[in-house]
Structure formats: C-alpha cells, structure tokens
C-alpha cells in the first residue's frame, strides 16, 4: 500500500512539473516573443503559445521563435552571432554567445539583450537571465560586467514603441520603518529612449522598493496623469489616489514627497525642484497636510545618514 501511494505522489509531482513548463504563468498559456523591425531600431512583440512540455523542449522551441520572425518583423539576432548554448542554474540562466557578439552596434546589442531576457524570462524557473559571450560574462562599454537581468531590467512605454533602450542608475529613496526618514535604494535599469528618465523615477517608486528595511511611499493605483519640465523644474500631475496612505508603516505625508522630490533630484542632473499636481490642481493639500502650492528642492535632512557614517568610517580605515 505504501509503495503505491508513493508511486501515486511521485506521478502526481512529475506531471505537475511537466505542466509546469508548457507556458508562463496565465489563463492563455501564451508567451511574448521579441523581434525588431524591418530597420532594426525598435523591438515588436508577437504572443505564442508554445507546445514545449520540458525545460529543454521549451528552451529549443523559444529559440527557433527568437530565430524565425513572422513576415514583417526580424529577428533581434544577427547570423554572424553564434548561439553556444545555454546553462540553466537555481534560478538563473547563462545564454552564451560567439564573439561575433561585441560587433554589433550598440542600437543592436541592447535591443537582442533586451529581447533575450524578456523572451526566456517568462520561462518557469528562470528568475533572471545572463548574457555571456564564449563562456565571459558580458562586458559594458565601459568594460564592467553586465550582471543578470530579469524583465523589469527593461522598462518600456506603450506609446509608440521602443526605438532603443538607455542604461540608468536611478537613486531611490523609500520610507524607513517608522515613517519619518527616507532610506536609499540604488537601481540599474534599462528605459525606452520615448520615455524621459524622471517618469522612471516616479513610476519605480510607485512599484515600491526592492530591498529590506524600506516601506513604499504610495498605496492603491497611484497613476501619473503628466509629467512635464520647464526652466528645470519638474511637474508631476498624479491621479486623486496619491492621498492614499500605505495600509502598513504610513510615512508622514512630507516625507513621502520628499521621497519623490529628492529621488528625481539625486538621479535626474537638469532637475533644480519639483511641482506637483492632483487631478490637474496644485491649490490643495497632500494628504490634508502639506501645501502643494509652491516648489520643492532636494533636502538631504529626510535621508537616513547611517549607511553614509559606515562608509566614511572604512574609508578612515
């Protein structure tokens, strides 16, 4: 009785993985696939559902996706680039390249690594992707490593496409526990070239932070209704929900602004103040206490000074 219940569970785990790796996650089991265009500037996405039930088998078949584009789109891979293979880890996976690799023009390069991670991201098990080239991890520009990258390494717009990506550090701050300071969060992403990097800001902000110790500063679906720069001041407009407090942890409403504020001051070099709007109107309160009605500057008294202590120390040291 006993070896047949086991038998039973080990049928039941084995088809649950092999179920597992026929789609990404989502009622439609499809995927998206990424190309370029006919003048391989910018990426088009195509879905596809693939009929993969392992990890290999769908490894392969995206592959040959990635390789054949529908008629009207081209693939992001060039065919003097070679295809080593792959290396699936816990939960990465290393694609490795021929050295054909750091020939393309740098519209090129970004535009396939983008397309890559995207595309095998959504694979089940893969976390993140890294690009390697004859069994070396990718180097930048500037001859520093590219480390894995997951699709959020790439934020796109839906207004009017992706005509290439560029590469930012964005420093963001976040709410400590108690509401009062602001604590640093340092971020590398790609951005579509149509997007301006100080929407990148506020939007990282509203997905809230990443790392330990930092709370979000928005709640519900803050959205930005515009955004816009003039004579270096940045004026953002949100919707009615950004006087919405976080359930858990609220910061104090100046503290939340000056998360934004001093976000987009630290990260974004032509950017002296910043304005703010809801529902089109600067003539209120955010959340009933601080007057929008004048223009903020970055105030490095909010930011959390511990971090900045401990390495003036090592360097003493």
């Known amino acids: 009785m006993n070896r047949k219940r086991t038998l039973c569970w080990l049928l039941l785990a084995l088809a649950v993985l092999l179920g597992g790796c026929g789609g990404k996650k989502g009622e439609d089991n499809s995927y998206t696939v990424y190309y370029v265009n006919s003048t391989g500037t910018r990426l088009l996405e195509r879905s596809y559902s693939p009929k993969a039930q392992t990890f290999e088998e769908m490894m392969d078949e995206l592959w040959e996706q990635l390789l054949s584009p529908p008629v009207g789109y081209l693939s992001v891979i060039p065919s003097e680039v070679g295809f080593n293979g792959y290396e699936r880890g816990i939960d990465a996976l290393r694609i490795d390249f021929s050295k054909e690799y750091y020939d393309l023009s740098n519209t090129q390069e970004v535009l396939l690594r983008a397309a890559v991670v ?40 839906k207004e009017g496409g992706i005509n290439s990506y560029q590469y930012a550090t964005l420093e963001l701050y976040f709410s400590d526990a108690d509401g009062s300071r602001l604590v640093k969060e340092m971020r590398n992403l790609h951005y579509s070239s149509n997007m301006v990097l100080e929407r990148v800001v506020v939007e990282q902000l509203i997905n809230g932070p990443e790392e330990k110790g930092a709370n979000p500063i928005f709640s519900g679906d803050v959205r930005i209704q515009s955004l816009y720069i003039q004579n270096g001041v940045c004026t953002i407009n949100f919707n009615a929900t950004v006087n919405q407090q976080p359930t858990e942890n609220p910061p104090d409403p100046e503290t939340a602004l000056y ?26 309160k955010f959340r009933e206490e601080v007057d929008l009605g004048q223009v903020f500057v970055m105030d490095w008294d909010y930011i959390e000074t511990r971090e900045m202590q401990g390495e003036e120390d090592s360097v003493e040291e």
Not at 266 to 276: K, L, M, P, S, W
């Open 118 to 157: 995207k595309t095998f991201s959504q694979v089940p098990g893969v976390v993140k992707v890294m690009i390697t080239v004859e069994k070396e991890q990718l180097l930048d520009l500037e001859g520093q490593p590219v480390p894995a990258m997951d699709a959020n390494s790439f934020i796109d717009t």
């Open 259 to 284: 998360a934004i504020v001093d976000s987009i001051c630290a990260t974004c070099d032509d950017i002296t103040g910043v304005r703010f709007e809801i529902e089109g109107a600067s003539d209120q």
